[in-house]
């Protein structure tokens, strides 16, 4: 009896998959669907708001808006008709976003970066340090869990949502946290994409400098350039190069992450097992358990990006890498309509007050530090 029961275990959870199938593949549909609207409102709004006061506003306007909006109203609608939970397991958002990330590398020329964006460089490490360790040390003092204030420290000093999933598959965070983090991530980007082009206009700071406070600032690459956009075609090359310089610094950050929360967080749980079971291997995380928390998809963004240098540097077509760059952006399209069908008020309420507070201060401090940085190694900078 026991035998039979357990011969046909196997059965009925491939039977039980088989049935939710169906399920999955209209849930990418849905994604798919409301990805291709996030397009045309994309490509179309700008003219259909010409010769009209939100003309300036359309055309700043990038995907990342659009697509997670979409994505809350079918969020909304699907709840409505009690279909949303049957339909998630085809919101791929971790596949899309990491998908995308991966041909994101495809477009960061690291050579160019070492060789023509010295100061770009310097900013970045220096903002990222401190920017994150001032995060991480105010989360620790208002009681947040190390991996939500993990993700919150790494999407506000790197780059936004693409920090944040890099950090969330390294400390093995909640979907939930994720989803958070993203959300606030997209709301405090979203002014700043025409804040700070016009403080930079009030403060009469050079293009070079508004550049480098924007690309350092601003936490989505989206968002970066359409800010750029504003502030002028100078002030955007500067802003995408410090933008993709601390891209560049995903994978770091990762394995550092990675390092940390397997060897210190983590540690303490594995001691305290060690204590229970008498087995002192408890307290010491193996290889192994290092490389199954470690991001992998960082592997293939560090080699796309190589890929793509080394293509480049041979002779290889501009056109390829632009094509390349187009299937990002549909995939990072489907991430963020995937993150607003996969939004969730509960998991605000939850959290409370304090995680707002924390990406607020943090944001302030980025500003802060930024235009410094931007004054300091940028102020003699010709474009």
């Given at each position: ?24 593949i ?29 003309a ?12 997670i ?16 939970e ?105 002014p ?37 956009a ?41 001691a ?11 307290a ?48 990072l ?51």
């Amino acid at each position: 009896m026991t035998e039979t029961a357990s011969a046909s275990a196997p059965a009925e959870r491939t039977d039980e998959r088989t049935a939710k199938l169906p399920y999955a593949i209209a849930g990418v549909l849905v994604v798919i669907a409301l990805g291709a609207a996030t397009r045309f409102f994309e490509q179309q709004v700008p003219g259909w708001a010409a010769d009209t006061p939100l003309a300036k506003v359309a055309k700043s306007i990038e995907f990342p808006v659009y697509a997670i909006a979409l994505g809350l109203i079918g969020n909304v609608i699907l709840s409505k008709l009690a279909l949303r939970e049957a339909l998630s397991r085809g919101f791929r958002t971790e596949f899309f976003i990491k998908t995308g990330l991966v041909l994101l590398g495809a477009s960061i020329n690291l050579k160019l970066l070492v060789t023509a964006a010295g100061p770009a460089i310097i900013q970045a490490l220096l903002l990222i340090s401190i920017v994150f360790g001032f995060t991480w040390w105010l989360g620790g003092r208002l009681g947040l869990d190390d991996k939500l204030r993990a993700l919150l420290a790494s999407a506000v000093s790197i780059c936004g949502v693409s920090a944040a999933i890099a950090a969330a598959g390294a400390v093995q965070a909640k979907r939930e946290q994720l989803a958070y983090a993203a959300s606030l991530v997209i709301i405090f980007a979203l002014p700043s994409i025409f804040l700070l082009p016009w403080l930079a206009s009030v403060f009469g700071l050079p293009d070079a400098v508004a550049g480098a406070w924007i690309g350092g600032n601003i936490d989505t690459t989206a968002a970066v350039a359409a800010a750029g956009a504003i502030a002028g075609e100078d002030a955007l090359q500067i802003a995408t190069i410090v933008k993709t310089t601390q891209n560049a610094l995903i994978g770091i950050v990762a394995i550092a992450l990675t390092a940390y929360f397997a060897l210190k967080v983590e540690r303490k749980s594995w001691a305290g097992a060690s204590e229970a079971t008498g087995n002192d291997t408890a307290a010491r995380p193996s290889l192994r358990e290092f490389w199954d928390r470690f991001p992998k998809f960082v592997l293939g963004f560090i080699a796309a990006s190589v890929i793509g240098t080394l293509y480049l540097q041979f002779g290889g077509d501009k056109v390829d890498i632009a094509t390349v760059n187009d299937l990002r952006t549909w995939f990072l399209i489907f991430a963020f309509v995937a993150i607003g069908l996969e939004f969730s008020l509960r998991g605000l309420r939850e959290a409370g007050w304090r995680p707002i507070a924390l990406f607020a201060s943090a944001t302030v401090v980025n500003i802060v530090v930024a235009l410094g940085l931007a004054l300091l190694l940028f102020g003699n900078f010709t474009v």
